[in-house]
């Protein structure tokens, strides 16, 4: 029995972690768009850098077990991953600053489509099953209906 609950409870903690995410992003984009209503989203950006450096640093200095080697390997993919995120951030921000952290989040939401289509192009992965193609569908009718309002 003891068996069992650790794999339900291994294979199910992605799920957890995701879920949790969401619930932290959700207050995180409602938060933004109050504070960056009084300081600006280009302020807000940096104190939120300088937090994530912080933290960041202490979790890094403990945790290092890859070689710097290893960044250099992959540096496209690095820069990638940098570019993107940063472009990222500053276009979320600068969406809740527009339009408030509720839209910003339902078109943002989008996200899912772009990853499961740059695995495909990028990756050569083929992550649509008819399960996820109906997702996909679902969360542009969404997007339509937010766009549409």
């Not at 945790?63 to 960044?71: G, Q």
């Not at 690095?78 to 910003?104: D, P, Q, R």
């Not at 192009?121 to 008819?130: K, R, Y």
Request: charged share 10%; glycine share 6%.
């Amino acid at each position: 029995m003891r068996i069992c609950c650790d794999y339900v409870y291994i294979n199910s903690m992605w799920i957890i972690a995701a879920l949790l995410t969401a619930i932290c992003w959700g207050l995180s984009y409602t938060a933004a768009g109050e504070v960056i209503k009084t300081t600006g989203k280009m302020q807000y950006m940096f104190l939120i850098t300088a937090v994530n450096v912080v933290i960041y640093s202490g979790l890094f200095a403990a945790s290092v077990k890859t070689p710097w080697s290893a960044l250099a390997a992959n540096k496209w993919w690095v820069l990638a991953a940098i570019v993107s995120s940063v472009a990222g951030n500053y276009l979320t921000f600068l969406a809740i600053e527009l339009k408030g952290a509720t839209h910003a989040a339902m078109i943002e939401i989008t996200y899912p489509l772009w990853c499961a289509l740059f695995s495909m192009w990028l990756l050569g992965e083929n992550p649509l099953t008819i399960r996820s193609a109906i997702g996909a569908v679902l969360i542009l009718a969404g997007v339509l209906l937010v766009i549409e309002h």
